[in-house]
């Protein structure tokens, strides 16, 4: 089955930038609608941004349009969120997910069927 594994996480000031990575394990990569989601501390789990199985279409939730860019690199199997102009209130754990056989991006976490461990990102103000 397939696996996913997130890095790139850590400790940055208000207003940097950090680039978060998915390792997708198989070589059907661009099976898989990719998402990113994130969990802060008694918070619901939400979704922060998705991306077709061929790169051509991306979704973001409001918060993060023109902050956060998604993108995948066939040739490495990763699919990565860059990150600028980071703020305190996107502190949480991001996960990546994979819907597998669908080809529409979802923004419920539901519709995914593998998840990796996550990250965590924090935000200093």
């Known amino acids: 089955q397939v696996q996913l594994v997130e890095s790139g996480g850590g400790l940055v000031q208000a207003g940097g930038s950090l680039r978060l990575s998915c390792a997708v394990s198989?070589?059907?990569?661009?099976?898989?609608?990719i998402g990113w989601f994130r969990q802060a501390p008694g918070k619901e789990r939400e979704f922060v941004a998705g991306i077709s199985r061929s790169g051509g279409t991306t979704s973001y939730r409001d918060s993060v349009k023109g902050r956060f860019t998604i993108s995948r690199d066939k040739a490495n199997n990763t699919v990565y969120l860059q990150m600028n102009s980071l703020r305190p209130e996107d502190t949480a754990v991001y996960y990546c997910a994979a819907r597998i056989g669908i080809l529409t991006i979802s923004s419920e976490g539901k519709r995914y069927d593998v998840w990796g461990q996550g990250t965590q990102v924090t935000v200093s103000s």
């Open positions: 198989e070589r059907t990569f661009s099976s898989y609608v």
